[in-house]
């Protein structure tokens, strides 16, 4: 069973950085693309990055020159690195499996205040 552990955020300023780090379980790590999502309140679930099994990446507008996703397949591990945080990046992260998702984790808080 593919079990999603978000991990990483917290409350900053705005301007301020965080990175990300999602720990993920399953042989099919290797080979799959990645992704990173959030959800504020209120709103539904939105895709923020993704990266390919070889480092192709690909991002939301909105975080587009802000954020970097990236990989360690050894760790099994996706990290999302965030700069220039804004408060309308305030959102609970998540990771997951792209474009087929798997069991969503418990995500990370990310609080940004202005």
């Known amino acids: 069973q593919v079990q999603l552990v978000e991990s990483g955020g917290g409350l900053v300023q705005a301007g301020g950085s965080l990175r990300l780090s999602c720990a993920a379980s399953g042989t099919i790590f290797f080979i799959s693309e990645m992704a990173w999502y959030r959800q504020a309140p209120g709103n539904q679930r939105e895709f923020v990055a993704r990266i390919t099994h070889d480092g192709i990446t690909n991002y939301a507008n909105s975080v587009m020159g802000r954020f970097t996703i990236s990989r360690d397949n050894a760790k099994k591990t996706v990290y999302l690195r965030m700069n220039s945080l804004k408060p309308e990046d305030t959102a609970v992260y998540y990771c997951?499996?792209?474009?087929?998702?798997?069991?969503w984790g418990q995500g990370t808080q990310v609080t940004v205040s202005s």
């Open positions: 997951n499996y792209y474009p087929f998702n798997r069991s």
